[in-house]
């Protein structure tokens, strides 16, 4: 009998139905482009966007599965971590629909449905396995032992990975959101053009720390337009000036991504690193990493695109392992509360 899942913590609404034998019978996003406008998201809009959207998205799912409410073995839902008002929109919906239907309800939590994203597919990792984790609000590293039995190495101690992107295509004025524009424009410049630095954690080998490149990008556009140089007669090489400070910024980040993961690896020598969240659209992190991989005897592993963002089917997936694995319904999930903070904890 098949499971369904609901996932709203951010800004993209989502439903998957998932079959007791892992096989995806639908995948169902909607995005909110209304916060392009704000170069971010926004909060409030966000839930009543949610709730504009969920009724919908979690019908259209149930259609093409071909799955009928009755027929629903389990729900899950994301219940942290994310934006509050996000996750009590999908959180109250799934809880209603459960007890409607009378059946479990799993609270998920979202990091776990990006360490278990490649796991969608039936040739994902298989533990022990290292998950990098890198996306708009987080960027960590994992090492998944088993099914059932994980813990977080390292995390970021400040901006992620992704909203560095996302500040740094603020600075160049670029829109949003700022990760694909940075890649494209990065395609055209000089990644060795600025020697931007690259964090090294000596206390938290592990960690991640992306605002030093960030505030660096900034004095350096901000010096360049102090010294009003350019003049409407130099637009083509002020493009290239551009072009290279995205190069040299992208470079810096996955340059501090790639040295951390080695330091990692070089402990817990597993077989398999898995690329996980909405950074890891990033072709260029992917060849670096497989490259890194070559060199150090791993293989690397990344979803497609639609499951690199937020997602309902890795929410199902997480939450098929769980029940696989004997790990229970994680507690009275009904009477779960949003938890914006939470943490990703193989014990939940």
Same mark, same amino acid.
């Given at each position: 009998?098949?499971?369904?899942?609901?996932?709203?913590?951010?800004?993209?609404?989502?439903?998957?139905?998932?079959?007791?034998?892992?096989?995806?019978?639908?995948?169902?996003?909607?995005?909110?482009?209304?916060?392009?406008?704000?170069?971010?998201?926004?909060?409030?809009? *966000?839930?009543?966007? /949610?709730?504009? %959207?969920?009724?919908?998205?979690?019908?259209?799912?149930?259609?093409?599965?071909?799955? *009928?409410?009755?027929?629903?073995?389990?729900?899950?839902?994301?219940?942290?971590?994310?934006?509050?008002?996000?996750?009590?929109?999908?959180?109250?919906?799934?809880?209603?629909?459960?007890?409607?239907?009378?059946?479990?309800?799993?609270?998920?939590? /979202?990091?776990?449905? /990006?360490?278990?994203?490649?796991?969608?597919?039936?040739?994902?990792?298989?533990?022990?396995?290292?998950?990098?984790?890198?996306?708009?609000? %987080?960027?960590?590293?994992?090492?998944?032992?088993?099914?059932?039995?994980?813990?977080?190495?390292?995390?970021?101690?400040?901006?992620?990975?992704?909203?560095?992107?996302?500040?740094?295509?603020?600075?160049?004025?670029?829109?949003?959101?700022?990760?694909?524009?940075?890649?494209?424009?990065?395609?055209?410049?000089?990644?060795?053009?600025?020697?931007?630095?690259?964090?090294?954690?000596?206390?938290?080998?592990?960690?991640?720390?992306?605002?030093? &490149?960030?505030?660096?990008?900034?004095?350096?556009?901000?010096?360049?337009?102090?010294?009003?140089?350019? $003049?409407?007669?130099?637009?083509?090489?002020?493009?290239?000036?551009? *072009?290279?400070?995205?190069?040299?910024?992208? %470079?810096?980040?996955?340059?501090?991504?790639?040295?951390?993961?080695?330091?990692?690896?070089?402990?817990?020598?597993?077989?398999?690193?898995?690329?996980?969240?909405?950074?890891?659209?990033?072709? $260029?992190?992917?060849?670096?990493?497989?490259?890194?991989?070559?060199?150090?005897?791993?293989?690397?592993?990344?979803?497609?695109?639609?499951?690199?963002?937020?997602?309902?089917?890795?929410?199902?997936?997480?939450?098929?392992?769980? &029940?696989?694995?004997?790990?229970?319904?994680?507690?009275?999930?009904?009477? %779960? *509360?949003?938890?914006?903070?939470?943490?990703?904890?193989?014990?939940?």
């Amino acid at each position: 009998m098949p499971l369904l899942a609901i996932e709203t913590s951010c800004d993209e609404t989502c439903a998957a139905v998932m079959a007791e034998d892992a096989r995806l019978l639908s995948n169902v996003v909607a995005s909110q482009e209304i916060h392009e406008q704000y170069g971010g998201v926004v909060p409030e809009l *966000a839930s009543r966007m /949610h709730l504009q %959207h969920i009724a919908g998205v979690v019908r259209k799912a149930l259609e093409r599965a071909e799955v *009928a409410p009755l027929q629903l073995n389990a729900i899950a839902v994301t219940h942290g971590p994310g934006l509050i008002g996000s996750l009590l929109v999908g959180l109250s919906f799934a809880k209603g629909l459960a007890l409607d239907l009378g059946v479990p309800l799993l609270g998920v939590n /979202h990091l776990e449905g /990006h360490l278990f994203s490649n796991n969608i597919s039936p040739e994902g990792p298989q533990p022990p396995f290292l998950s990098l984790i890198v996306s708009g609000g %987080h960027s960590m590293l994992a090492h998944v032992e088993d099914w059932n039995r994980y813990r977080i190495l390292g995390e970021t101690q400040d901006d992620a990975a992704g909203e560095a992107f996302d500040k740094v295509a603020r600075i160049l004025g670029l829109p949003y959101p700022g990760g694909p524009q940075i890649e494209k424009l990065a395609a055209a410049g000089n990644p060795h053009a600025i020697a931007f630095p690259v964090a090294r954690l000596k206390d938290a080998p592990f960690d991640f720390s992306f605002s030093g &490149l960030k505030t660096a990008v900034l004095y350096h556009v901000r010096k360049l337009l102090s010294n009003e140089a350019a $003049t409407s007669g130099e637009q083509q090489s002020l493009t290239q000036v551009k *072009a290279d400070i995205a190069a040299s910024f992208q %470079h810096a980040l996955i340059t501090a991504i790639l040295e951390t993961t080695a330091r990692a690896h070089e402990k817990f020598p597993v077989s398999s690193v898995a690329l996980a969240g909405g950074v890891a659209c990033n072709k $260029t992190l992917r060849q670096a990493l497989m490259e890194l991989g070559q060199t150090r005897g791993f293989q690397v592993f990344y979803p497609p695109p639609i499951y690199c963002t937020d997602n309902a089917a890795m929410i199902a997936r997480a939450a098929m392992i769980r &029940l696989t694995h004997m790990r229970g319904t994680n507690g009275s999930a009904y009477q %779960h *509360a949003p938890m914006p903070g939470l943490k990703l904890d193989s014990n939940l």
